[in-house]
């Protein structure tokens, strides 16, 4: 039986492992070896670096990606390693963002993504025959598998089987042990906060005489002898168990026994379990992340500490091929993780959870507890956020936004942040790329509910986006709030000419002269951003960001803004795809001038690499339409003249099952095929080939 709180402990479970990869993150090795943390740090009780935000992180994007296994293949069953390596290749840009690649016989994760690229199936791209021992054991076996426990609540066989099926694409041996046994850990927590419990369901997914289970014991009988020194612990391990004697860039049995470590000597004490899995060095964004999300189910949300929570503010950010995936709002992300547990459990899922979720829209209620979904403030001197269970339009949860003596003229944005450059970021970890969540054409609404305290006026609120490049701020009319009443606020998002839009929210301002001054608090409930978009992509208003062209993801080729058009170069297959990755029926136009090479291509409804329609010149004076089903396959083709340097205009238009083509206004092709319902848009070619595009327009149909 799914317990009662699943919700909490998934949104608990999944924050936990974020935290944990932040704060190992800084500390990561070769460079940073225990002596070196420790010398520096000492006892770690806090992030030791802060980010304007974080970037994204290998440890998250397996988690999350990889499970999209359960929507593209493994819908009405167990997934199979096959299931989870379709999920790499259609995902994965391809020596970029994902994973580390560290090289062909060095990076494990590179090993198995070639293997499989080369038509090695799974498992065995991931196998000890085919890639050795070293490489198979490594430690990314355990560190993409988080959610595959989070999704079979209390059921650690179930758990343990789902991970080792999505490790056996890159790992074997110890490798898909390590998958096993945090899987089940994983699933035991939901059920009991008693960490030798966890840890002996965990253990009793694996052999006995395994290398896993030996490390582990070793570890557990070590702190029977010595409960309160984990550094004579993390001795221990360096000298029986160390880098030294399992050779590769960073074996799973070392990483295995600091996991243990942490778990035993943190005492169910989820702070304490991630700082002391950082404080022992070796991989230390995949340790504290693996045990940050056994600790956050264990212990829950109140037992996560603000001081680790805030700064995470609900939101993540990725680097798989789709950028609108790529942004991450966590309780929205808890509530389909929990859906699914649900699915896999073959119970029925509570309307009130279905009705909290909307794919392919921001919807947030803030009825998780501490919930924020990334709301933000301009000015943090005049306003301060926090979750409230105090006021709420439904349900029992808000964002209460404190405002502190304002006087007339003082403003304060709040908002929230549908899209990101390079600039919002302190480094540049996993190339991530983005395709904005919000739209031209599309409407904004929430509620609002004033209570104010001090001031001789009431508040105002002005409804605004901010354009990405230009700064500028497209403000909506003042509206004067109410006190003690809940305010409708909506309006629908202005034409960018050709922007993309980066905030999206109200400004607060006071009215009161300087004495009294404004004091108060607002409250903010079901905050949406909906509807139809129709919008146009303007080069010249567009940016380079973690080397690709904004808002695309880029997989191969050579891509820049060139006399305002998107301009590529390739000697091989290419491809850039944006937009809302749940778009179903639209019409995309373009400008395209093709330079060289006889195939330029719109794609639709892609849903990665793998996935999508293909339609445009391909040959010379020949127009087709191709679906990409891991595997390029010709739909329908006809004659078209087309030359060299010379401008065409591209409408291809999805609406049901039909794709229709046209060049300069004139139908060329109209094809019928239900295989994808919907996906993102962009542009592609199937071989070498120089093009520009641009007057890109995206309308929702």
Known sequence: MIPSNYLEKVYAGYLGMNIGIRLGAPVEPTIWTYERIKNTYGEITNYVKEYKNFAADDDANGPYYFLRALYDDAKDRDITPNDVARAWLNYTREGIGMFWWGGYGVSTEHTAY???????????????EQNGKIIAEQIGGQIFIDTWGLVNPCNPKKAADFGEAAARVSHDGEGVLGARFFCAAIAKAFETSDVREIIEAGLGQIPADSLYAR????????????????????????????????????????????????????????????????????????????????????????????????????????????????????????????????????????????????????????????????????????????????????????????????????????YYKPFYTRDDFSD????????????????????????????????????????????????????????????????????????????????????????????????????RIYGKANYSIDFRKQAMSFGCVTPFSHNHGAWSIEDGAMYLMTAEPSEAYTGNYFAKDYSVSLQLNPQSGYSHMVAVRAQGAMRGYHAGFDGENQVSLYINDFGFKKLASCSYEWRFNQNYVFQLTVQGNTITLYIDGNQVLRHQDDTFGYGMYGVSTLDAARAYFSNIRFVEL
């Open 215 to 414: 490390v582990a014991r070793a570890v557990l009988e070590f702190h029977a002898q010595h409960p309160d020194d984990f550094r004579a612990c993390r001795d221990m391990l360096e000298r029986d168990w160390g880098y030294d004697k399992y050779r590769g860039v960073c074996h799973i049995i070392p990483n295995a026994g600091v996991c243990i470590l942490a778990m035993i000597y943190g005492q169910g004490d989820f702070n304490r379990t991630v700082e002391i899995a950082t404080m022992c060095g070796w991989d230390t964004d995949c340790n504290a992340g693996n045990v940050g999300t056994v600790l956050g189910v264990a212990c829950g949300l109140e037992g996560i500490a603000d001081k680790y929570r805030k700064p995470i503010n609900d939101s993540i950010v990725m680097s798989g091929i789709s950028g609108y995936l790529n942004i991450l709002d966590i309780p929205t992300y808890a509530k389909e993780l929990a859906i699914l547990g649900y699915r896999l459990a073959g119970e029925a899922c509570p309307q009130e959870l279905l009705d909290s979720f909307k794919e392919g829209e921001i919807y947030f209620d803030f009825e998780l507890p501490g919930s924020t979904h990334n709301i933000r403030v301009s000015d943090p001197f005049f306003c301060r956020t926090r979750h409230s269970t105090e006021k709420a339009f439904r349900g029992t949860g808000s964002l209460e936004v404190l405002f502190d003596r304002m006087t007339r003229g003082e403003q304060s944005k709040i």
């Open 428 to 527: 540049e970890r996993y190339s991530p790329t983005f395709a904005p969540k919000a739209y031209s054409g599309q409407k904004v609404s929430m509620k609002i509910y004033l209570d104010q305290w001090g001031g001789n006026e009431t508040m105002g609120i002005a409804p605004y986006v901010r354009l990405t490049k230009s700064k500028k701020e497209l403000v909506q009319g003042y509206i004067k709030l109410m006190d003690q009443q809940w305010l409708d606020v909506e309006f629908e998002i202005p034409d960018t000419e050709g922007e993309l839009i980066d905030e999206v929210g109200i400004v607060l301002e006071a009215y009161s002269t300087r004495k009294p001054k404004s004091l108060g608090r607002i409250f903010i409930d079901e905050f």
């Open 114 to 128: 070639i293997n499989l690229k080369r038509g090695i199936p799974a498992p065995r791209s991931g196998s000890i």
